[in-house]
């Protein structure tokens, strides 16, 4: 087609959850490059897709909600298009907000530009793909968009304007530029920091960091031994080797012909499996049921899955460095020394990590400024608590913030213990107060702490405070919900405990492990 034949109509269409790109797409609309061609911003679901063809200019500005998923107003239209038929001679140019957190980075807009495409429409710019940091792109693609359409077809042909997302298969190298330990008692608590300049990764307080660690290499030394073949190490360089799912380990139990491994698998024996598998590794499941004639090389290479990434709640705000609050892995298991794979690689000397970022919305600060917050956190579930705070103080929010925490002893283990100390002595928590179980003669955890400030907590509650808890399921999951339920009983309405209604309001944040 020609891209040079006279504009009739510009269309400046906008799909939009937050608001975000209904702002871009008004901004569009009144840009002076454009006034020459009356564009009319509406959003999608407004647009006739059956009136789109020759002279038409559809400018598409959108988010995408959830995993790539076509927002609300955009919804009917995206149906539309996919049984449109061909679309010959329309012209158009998609700009894609997104968050790279996301496995489908702005699975939308991408969608939609495949789908134009497909229709025979003419792109007159390359696709967008812009995560956080929109604006910046947005005020270098609309000048350019201009002069595009005012008679430059190859005005835009250079501008490149796409966000990398990454996986697990498109890790960001990060170099690591501080180890600081936390703690004095072993095992150890550290904070780890990885600069992130130059990957467009952009995150929020609350989300979480995936760690892709090679595996250790004493246990690839050990398998390769295993086998009486050093190509072990090489084959088995890449692939799981620490967390054994049950399909893996029912054909290792076949291959081997174990029925005492094939007996674990029964419903009964679930707490003797887990038992089991607490602490072990492939190379004692190997050991205990199989032998290398039974389990070939080649076959276990095939039947392993790649490493899996380690997630960790990110402890900063946003900005160019990452921190994590981790504590060691070390061991001693059937007499062979046993490490994290990822925190021994993060506390290892390696310069650089590769990491990508997820969203985790369900542990982003509330939308309502005004509501309070009370956080807990026990041991290194501190992290993603001091990465909200982080994010209030850089944005300067006088919001009231309130936080528990608890650990083994004041003075060993207080992690962060100088930083929230200032934070409260300069208003940034309103308090601060904290539960060291073996500091007294009775051990006393966080949910000892929440009876013993009732009043004041049940108050927070009352005003519509938000909860965030974080750290050890095992400890948390069974004692902090009653530990709430006592002291805000006035909250049960229709049956419904405290706890339950937090959860049922969405004031309740939770991230165990």
């Given at each position: 087609?020609?891209?040079?034949?006279?504009?009739?109509?510009?269309?400046?269409?906008?799909?939009?959850?937050?608001?975000?790109?209904?702002?871009?797409?008004?901004?569009?609309?009144?840009?002076?490059?454009?006034?020459?061609?009356?564009?009319?911003?509406?959003?999608?679901?407004?647009?006739?897709?059956?009136?789109?063809?020759?002279?038409?200019?559809?400018?598409?500005?959108?988010?995408?909600?959830?995993?790539?998923?076509?927002?609300?107003?955009?919804?009917?239209?995206?149906?539309?298009?996919?049984?449109?038929?061909?679309?010959?001679?329309?012209?158009?140019?998609?700009?894609?907000?997104?968050?790279?957190?996301?496995p489908r980075f702005c699975g939308?807009?991408?969608?939609?530009?495949?789908?134009?495409?497909?229709?025979?429409?003419?792109?007159?710019?390359?696709?967008?793909?812009?995560?956080?940091?929109?604006?910046?792109?947005?005020?270098?693609?609309?000048?350019?968009?201009?002069?595009?359409?005012?008679?430059?077809?190859?005005?835009?042909?250079?501008?490149?304007?796409?966000?990398?997302?990454?996986?697990?298969?498109?890790?960001?190298?990060?170099?690591?530029?501080?180890?600081?330990?936390?703690?004095?008692?072993?095992?150890?608590?550290?904070?780890?920091?990885?600069?992130?300049?130059?990957?467009?990764?952009?995150?929020?307080?609350?989300?979480?960091?995936?760690?892709?660690?090679?595996?250790?290499?004493?246990?690839?030394?050990?398998?390769?031994?295993?086998?009486?073949?050093?190509?072990?190490?090489?084959?088995?360089?890449?692939?799981?080797?620490?967390?054994?799912?049950?399909?893996?380990?029912?054909?290792?139990?076949?291959?081997?012909?174990?029925?005492?491994?094939?007996?674990?698998?029964?419903?009964?024996?679930?707490?003797?499996?887990?038992?089991?598998?607490?602490?072990?590794?492939?190379?004692?499941?190997?050991?205990?049921?199989?032998?290398?004639?039974?389990?070939?090389l080649a076959r276990l290479v095939?039947?392993?899955?790649?490493?899996?990434?380690?997630?960790?709640?990110?402890?900063?705000?946003?900005?160019?460095?990452?921190?994590?609050?981790?504590?060691?892995?070390?061991?001693?298991?059937?007499?062979?020394?046993?490490?994290?794979?990822?925190?021994?690689?993060?506390?290892?000397?390696?310069?650089?990590?590769?990491?990508?970022?997820?969203?985790?919305?369900?542990?982003?600060?509330?939308?309502?400024?005004?509501?309070?917050?009370?956080?807990?956190?026990?041991?290194?579930?501190?992290?993603?608590?001091?990465?909200?705070?982080?994010?209030?103080?850089?944005?300067?929010?006088?919001?009231?913030?309130?936080?528990?925490?608890?650990?083994?002893?004041?003075?060993?283990?207080?992690?962060?213990?100088?930083?929230?100390?200032?934070?409260?002595?300069?208003?940034?928590?309103?308090?601060?107060?904290?539960?060291?179980?073996?500091?007294?003669?009775?051990?006393?955890?966080?949910?000892?702490?929440?009876?013993?400030?009732?009043?004041?907590?049940?108050?927070?509650?009352?005003?519509?405070?938000?909860?965030?808890?974080?750290g050890s399921r095992q400890h948390?999951?069974?004692?902090?919900?009653?530990?709430?339920?006592?002291?805000?009983?006035?909250?049960?309405?229709?049956?419904?405990?405290?706890?339950?209604?937090?959860?049922?309001?969405?004031?309740?944040?939770?991230?165990?492990?």
């Amino acid at each position: 087609m020609n891209a040079a034949a006279p504009i009739q109509r510009v269309l400046v269409g906008y799909g939009s959850e937050s608001g975000n790109a209904r702002a871009l797409a008004h901004c569009l609309g009144a840009f002076p490059a454009l006034q020459a061609h009356a564009p009319q911003v509406l959003p999608f679901n407004d647009i006739d897709v059956g009136s789109l063809g020759p002279g038409d200019v559809l400018l598409a500005l959108s988010s995408s909600f959830g995993d790539g998923e076509p927002p609300a107003n955009a919804e009917r239209f995206a149906e539309a298009l996919r049984q449109a038929p061909a679309l010959t001679g329309l012209r158009y140019a998609v700009f894609g907000l997104g968050d790279t957190g996301y496995p489908r980075f702005c699975g939308f807009t991408k969608a939609l530009d495949t789908l134009l495409v497909e229709r025979h429409a003419h792109p007159i710019m390359h696709r967008v793909d812009a995560d956080a940091s929109y604006e910046q792109f947005f005020q270098r693609w609309m000048p350019v968009l201009g002069e595009v359409l005012n008679g430059q077809p190859d005005a835009g042909r250079d501008l490149h304007l796409q966000v990398t997302a990454y996986g697990e298969d498109n890790a960001f190298n990060a170099p690591v530029i501080a180890r600081q330990r936390l703690s004095s008692s072993t095992p150890a608590a550290w904070h780890v920091e990885l600069d992130l300049r130059g990957s467009g990764i952009a995150y929020r307080a609350g989300d979480t960091l995936h760690v892709i660690a090679p595996n250790d290499p004493a246990l690839l030394a050990a398998l390769a031994e295993w086998y009486a073949d050093p190509q072990a190490i090489e084959l088995l360089r890449h692939k799981e080797l620490r967390q054994l799912g049950k399909t893996l380990l029912r054909e290792l139990a076949r291959l081997g012909g174990s029925d005492v491994l094939k007996g674990l698998f029964k419903i009964s024996q679930r707490p003797a499996l887990d038992a089991y598998l607490h602490g072990s590794d492939l190379l004692d499941v190997l050991d205990d049921h199989a032998t290398p004639d039974s389990v070939p090389l080649a076959r276990l290479v095939d039947l392993l899955s790649p490493c899996l990434p380690r997630a960790y709640s990110i402890a900063s705000a946003a900005g160019d460095t990452v921190a994590l609050c981790i504590r060691e892995v070390a061991y001693v298991h059937r007499g062979r020394d046993r490490r994290g794979t990822a925190t021994a690689h993060l506390l290892s000397d390696a310069n650089t990590v590769r990491v990508y970022c997820r969203s985790n919305p369900g542990f982003h600060l509330p939308a309502d400024a005004a509501a309070p917050l009370l956080l807990i956190g026990t041991g290194t579930g501190i992290a993603p608590l001091m990465g909200l705070v982080r994010e209030l103080q850089a944005s300067g929010s006088q919001r009231e913030v309130h936080l528990l925490f608890g650990e083994k002893h004041r003075e060993h283990d207080f992690l962060y213990g100088q930083t929230l100390q200032a934070w409260q002595a300069s208003g940034q928590l309103a308090s601060l107060r904290t539960a060291f179980s073996r500091d007294g003669a009775a051990k006393y955890y966080v949910q000892h702490a929440v009876a013993d400030h009732a009043d004041a907590y049940a108050d927070l509650l009352a005003r519509g405070a938000h909860l965030y808890l974080c750290g050890s399921r095992q400890h948390l999951d069974t004692a902090i919900p009653p530990a709430i339920n006592a002291i805000a009983a006035d909250m049960d309405v229709d049956a419904l405990p405290a706890w339950a209604r937090l959860r049922a309001e969405g004031r309740l944040h939770c991230e165990l492990y």
